[in-house]
C-alpha cells in the first residue's frame, strides 16, 4: 500500500497499517524516557502533597498538644502553691490558734482542688490530640494505587 504523496504522516490519513492518526491513543506516542519522567514528577507531586497535608494535621495536633502542655504546667504551678499554703497552715496550726490555722488550711484545700480540676482539663485535652487520620488514609490508597496504577482506589 502507498501513501498519497500530498498527505504526510500525522495529518490525520491512514498510516501504514490501515489506523488513522486520531485513533493512536496519546501514551504510545510517548517514549519510555516520557513516561518515566512523568511518573517521577506525578510522584514527586502526590510526596509533597502528603507532606503539605501531614504538615497541616500535625500543626492542629501541636497546637492541642500546647494547650494541654498548658493546663498540666498551670496545675504545676497551683500545686505549688498549695503546697506552699498547706506548709504554712500546719506550721500555724502548731504554733498558733486553731482558727487561723484552719483558714490557711481551707486556703490551701481549695489550692489542690484547683490544681485537680486543671490537671483534668489538661488531660481531657491531651487525650483529644490524635493522629493524622487523613494522612494516613492517604498514603493507604497511594500504596494501593501503587500496587495496581490501573484500578481507582
Known sequence: MTRPTSQ????GGPAEDGRTDEGATATSD????E????????????????????????????KAAGK????FGGAGF????????LSIAAAFA???????GVGFLIVGAIYLVLA??????GKKKMSQVGKPEK?????????????NPTSAP
Open 30 to 33: 510517548k517514549s519510555l524516557g
Open 35 to 62: 513516561l518515566v519522567s512523568t511518573l517521577t514528577s506525578d510522584l514527586s507531586l502526590l510526596v509533597h502533597q502528603e507532606i503539605t497535608l501531614a504538615k497541616v494535621e500535625i500543626t492542629r495536633d501541636a
Open 68 to 71: 494541654s502542655a498548658a493546663m
Open 135 to 147: 494522612t494516613i488514609e492517604t498514603v493507604k490508597d497511594d500504596i494501593a494505587w501503587a500496587k
Open 8 to 11: 504526510r504522516v500525522g495529518e
Open 116 to 121: 485537680a480540676v486543671l490537671g483534668l482539663i
Open 78 to 85: 497551683t500545686g505549688v502553691f498549695a503546697l506552699l499554703f
Open 94 to 100: 502548731f504554733g498558733s490558734f486553731t482558727t487561723l
